[in-house]
């Protein structure tokens, strides 16, 4: 069975630009997370989603970061613009129900330069 | 204060030796406790999975939850050095399925 797959691995833009990271879940789970650990911290909620719905997205930065998942499938989380702060790694993660086992995937690190 | 406390080490052990690994927490409403392990430039791996106060057992590792003391721990016996990684502690409460991380341990398992 396949994993959590993110994409890109890695990606470095300039300031200001914009970068899309996508996650594909395990099939057949409803529940899809974004975290992000920024250099020297802990790993950090960002938000989650049931299925298509945003359950919870109080981890969100702010308004520079939208997420989507349409059709309860895969799932985008798009910055734009882009700062020097964003840097960091961000990690995808689904369960089949909440409050059960999350899995991550192998993560995507952005640079923001 | 962080809500929940971890050492980052690092963690460096002779291969065969028990590794002890612990975590604090200051919220206790939490009732899910997950130990990950991460290997350099990889996402986290579940290792183990509790819930609410006791022990879990599952080959070479015992996770102990002790949530009077807002305590928990993760023992590795017979360690090897495949088990060098960095070990992430995790937790949630019941209605609140987002975790909250600890810093993370670097260990280091010496051949």
């Known amino acids: 069975e396949a994993g959590v797959t993110q994409f890109p691995s890695h990606s470095v833009i300039e300031k200001g630009q914009t970068v899309t990271l996508r996650c594909d879940p395990i099939?057949?789970?409803?529940?899809l997370y974004w975290y992000r650990r920024v250099m020297g911290k802990e790993i950090k909620f960002l938000l989650h989603?049931?299925?298509?719905?945003?359950?919870?997205e109080s981890g969100m930065p702010n308004n520079r970061f939208l997420a989507e998942r349409t059709g309860g499938t895969y799932s985008t989380l798009k910055v734009q613009p882009a700062e020097l702060e964003d840097s960091g790694v961000y990690f995808c993660?689904?369960?089949?129900?909440?409050?059960?086992?999350?899995?991550f995937g192998q993560g995507t690190r952005l640079t923001v330069v | 204060q962080k809500e929940v406390e971890q050492d980052p080490g690092p963690l460096s052990v002779p291969e065969g030796a028990i590794v002890s690994l612990n975590c604090t927490y200051s919220?206790?409403?939490?009732?899910?406790f997950m130990w990950y392990r991460q290997y350099s430039r990889k996402g986290p791996e579940l290792l183990m999975y509790?819930?609410?106060?006791g022990n879990k057992e599952d080959g070479r590792f015992t996770a102990q939850v002790d949530k009077s003391s807002k305590y928990i721990s993760l023992f590795i016996r017979d360690s090897q050095p495949s088990d060098s990684a960095t070990y992430l502690c995790?937790?949630?409460?019941?209605?609140?399925?987002?975790?909250?991380f600890g810093a993370g341990t670097t260990v280091t398992v010496r051949a």
């Open positions: 509790t819930y609410s106060s």
């Open positions: 995790a937790m949630s409460g019941p209605d609140d399925y987002k975790l909250s």
């Open positions: 993660a689904s369960s089949p129900r909440e409050n059960t086992e999350a899995f």
């Open positions: 099939s057949g789970h409803d529940n």
């Open positions: 919220n206790s409403a939490f009732q899910y």
């Open positions: 989603f049931v299925k298509e719905s945003k359950q919870d």
